[in-house]
């Protein structure tokens, strides 16, 4: 048997993963398998980025939006620390990560040579898969086994690879078995199981469903589901459009940046259906009394965060497909009525916000005129802040868009990377890229990468000149604001600069008349949006926050000699009561 690089069968190790790109920056402790990516850049793409904290956002973003694995690349030390942040983003939202990283040379391991860091040590807490290469012969063997291990276990594997292995012959034996097909298999639903769910379903008097990440790809099913029958639902963020959030059964999101009608009607219901989620805010979950169903792929959330009758280990999609084979089995639409009667006055005042006028363009005026320049099949990618906050409540999601968020870890810098693995992804697809000036301005210098890999997307920054959701938690903890302004930076310049193009708006008709231009753009493109100083309200405002707001004023008064602002009253009582 002839022997061959062990790079080079870690390459087709790779391939027969159907992996076709891999973001990272190329160094020392890497060289040898970058070399062995650029014999093979016909199959797999090498994406250099500006900094490996965009490598492993971009890799998390594709596997959120493709479902496939994402890969990233970074030298040892200093670059396989820049990764962390993607990687916890990745392990906490629940997607396959493979990260290769490099070493210094096997014979030099633990001399405390230049860059040398105990990455295995480092990334224990991030990773379901985590060795160094002992020898190139093990090299293709641990890679298949990493790789199987991230989907298997929807997290990160990191295999540390010193610099010499990759380089050195050994025989060309190994075989990998791929495919989910091969790895992984969902239990079979008991037919008692959903008799249970029926039973219980129609004894219910306020039945609600709360769907998450894992009913994504039942779409379809989950919506002849509720229309059939008669039940309101409520989607986590990360599934925001798996159903249209116009959609006459939906009452939005819930939680602090969700909708009112959803926290009223979560507090009435008398049975929860949780699919395909392990919602953490438990205080936006039904009270005490009510029943509950959870089905979920991953037995190890069940009931850990509301108290169950029914816990079904199950894909959501089977689920729904084996429950709407009994046909209609809740015939009571009262409960359905009357939170469509409480949703439609919520949808007034949001009428009223995305019509906002005046000196400044108000954030809720800007997703309303995103909205509509998005196509049927547009990927958002929402940033971490008040970004967040305004997509949340005025974009409306359709099931033919994705929208794109760093859910789990909640890390700012994160939209720009996630346009950039959209557009990899999908280049057909049109892609919109929301951030705030605070969290843009981390990642920047990677819109550069866009324009060099001739990635057409539209980057908007909300340009406020402060960390506007930190002056909002600092209000509604009772603290005085401190340091939350930021210097102004011209970021239109700064998109010319890396070869793109920039725009600065400052009112709303200098928006609208930009609208028709941003709907089809050739180009990177960044539009620098300077917006009003307001307050992304929760849907409901809780006793605490309405506490720590009360406090912030009496401070103000005392230390400050001054009336804060606050927003307007009328805002207020509407989130209160």
Not at 199 to 206: G, P
Not at 298 to 307: I, K, S, W
Not at 483 to 495: G, N, Q, R, S, T
Request: hydrophobic share 40%.
């Amino acid at each position: 048997m002839g022997k061959v690089k062990a790079s080079d069968i870690m390459m087709e190790v790779m391939e027969s993963w159907n992996i076709e790109r891999v973001y990272g920056l190329p160094g020392d402790s890497v060289d040898t398998t970058v070399d062995a990516l650029r014999k093979k850049k016909d199959e797999i793409e090498f994406i250099q980025v500006r900094h490996e904290e965009v490598a492993s956002l971009a890799a998390a973003s594709e596997a959120k939006l493709t479902g496939n694995i994402g890969v990233c690349l970074s030298i040892g030390g200093p670059g396989a620390i820049h990764l962390l942040n993607g990687l916890y983003d990745a392990k906490m939202d629940h997607v396959p990560v493979l990260a290769i990283v490099g070493q210094v040379s096997s014979s030099l391991v633990n001399s405390n040579f230049f860059q040398e860091v105990d990455t295995t040590e480092m990334f224990q807490d991030v990773a379901v898969f985590n060795k160094m290469v002992q020898s190139a012969d093990s090299l293709p063997r641990l890679l298949d086994e990493g790789i199987r291990t991230a989907i298997n276990q929807r997290g990160v594997a990191v295999l540390t690879i010193p610099d010499d292995l990759p380089a050195k012959m050994i025989p060309n034996t190994y075989k990998n078995v791929t495919g989910k097909e091969n790895i992984f298999r969902t239990p079979a639903i008991e037919k008692q199981d959903i008799e249970k769910v029926i039973q219980l379903l129609q004894e219910a008097k306020h039945p609600i469903v709360l769907s998450g990440v894992g009913a994504k790809n039942s779409g379809k099913e989950l919506k002849a589901f509720i229309e059939k029958n008669h039940l309101p639902i409520i989607q986590t963020m990360p599934s925001k459009g798996t159903i249209a959030d116009n959609h006459p059964n939906s009452l939005g999101n819930v939680g602090k940046l969700g909708t009112k009608p959803a926290y009223e009607a979560m507090k009435e219901a008398d049975l929860i259906l949780l699919l395909g989620t392990n919602y953490p805010y438990v205080d936006y979950l039904p009270n005490k009394g009510c029943r509950g169903i959870q089905v979920d792929i991953n037995p190890d959330v069940m009931g850990t965060r509301f108290p169950l009758d029914i816990a079904i280990e199950a894909d959501v999609k089977d689920f729904l497909e084996a429950i709407l084979s009994y046909g209609e089995v809740y015939k009571n639409d009262r409960f359905l009525l009357a939170c469509q009667q409480t949703m439609s006055h919520w949808n007034n005042w949001m009428e009223e916000e995305r019509s906002r006028k005046g000196e400044f363009i108000h954030p809720a005026f800007l997703m309303d005129s995103i909205e509509k320049i998005a196509k049927k099949d547009t990927i958002f990618s929402i940033d971490v802040g008040t970004s967040t906050s305004w997509g949340a409540r005025f974009l409306r999601v359709q099931p033919t868009q994705s929208y794109l968020i760093s859910a789990w870890l909640g890390t700012m810098g994160c939209a720009l990377p996630g346009a950039l693995a959209a557009k990899l992804n999908y280049p057909e697809r049109q892609t919109i890229s929301i951030a705030g000036d605070g969290a843009f301005s981390m990642v920047m210098q990677d819109f550069v990468t866009a324009v060099k890999y001739k990635l057409p997307f539209v980057q908007f920054v909300l340009n406020n000149q402060k960390l506007a959701f930190i002056e909002y938690e600092q209000q509604s903890a009772g603290q005085l604001n401190y340091e939350i302004d930021l210097h102004d930076i011209d970021y239109a310049k700064v998109a010319e600069a890396c070869g793109g193009v920039g725009y600065t708006v400052r009112t709303p008709e200098e928006l609208e008349k930009l609208l028709p231009t941003l709907k089809e753009v050739t180009i990177p493109t960044l539009v620098n949006v300077y917006v009003a100083d307001d307050a992304p309200l929760p849907g409901k405002i809780v006793w605490d926050e309405a506490k720590g707001y009360g406090k912030f004023s009496v401070e103000s008064i005392v230390q400050e000699h001054k009336m804060p602002t606050l927003p307007p009253l009328k805002e207020i009582i509407r989130q209160f009561f």
